[in-house]
């Protein structure tokens, strides 16, 4: 199956940036949308930022909108998010998602996702 492999959260204060990185394991993607979700304790995940790969369409949920950046490396397999201006309500444990088929923001439409990595932004 399908491995993604995370990395790049840690702490952060509010207005600083940081970037995480999605790596598929065994060759390129094989979804058709590879989305960043984000889950804080006793919270479901929320969608944050997708993209459609085959076309680079990318999709942002509301609060992130001109503050997050979802991008993609080809020759890198990779997928980012770039987080710029962070919040403490950006403050969450991210993963990354595929998804074999037609565009959605529902978490359990995602067959594959990452281990996440836990993002921290303080005041």
């Known amino acids: 199956q399908v491995q993604l492999v995370e990395s790049g959260g840690g702490s952060a204060q509010a207005g600083d940036s940081l970037r995480l990185s999605c790596v598929a394991s065994g060759g390129q993607f094989s979804t058709d949308i590879v989305a960043w979700f984000r889950q804080a304790p006793g919270q479901e995940r929320e969608f944050v930022a997708g993209?459609?790969?085959?076309?680079?369409?990318?999709s942002y949920e509301e609060s992130v909108k001109g503050r997050f950046t979802i991008s993609r490396d080809n020759a890198k397999n990779t997928v980012y998010l770039q987080m710029d201006n962070l919040t403490p309500t950006d403050t969450g444990v991210y993963y990354c998602?595929?998804?074999?088929?037609?565009?959605?923001?529902?978490?359990?439409?995602?067959?594959?996702w990452g281990q996440g990595t836990q993002v921290t932004v303080s005041s």
């Open positions: 993209i459609l790969w085959s076309d680079n369409i990318q």
């Open positions: 998602a595929g998804r074999l088929g037609t565009w959605s923001r529902r978490s359990d439409w995602y067959q594959y």
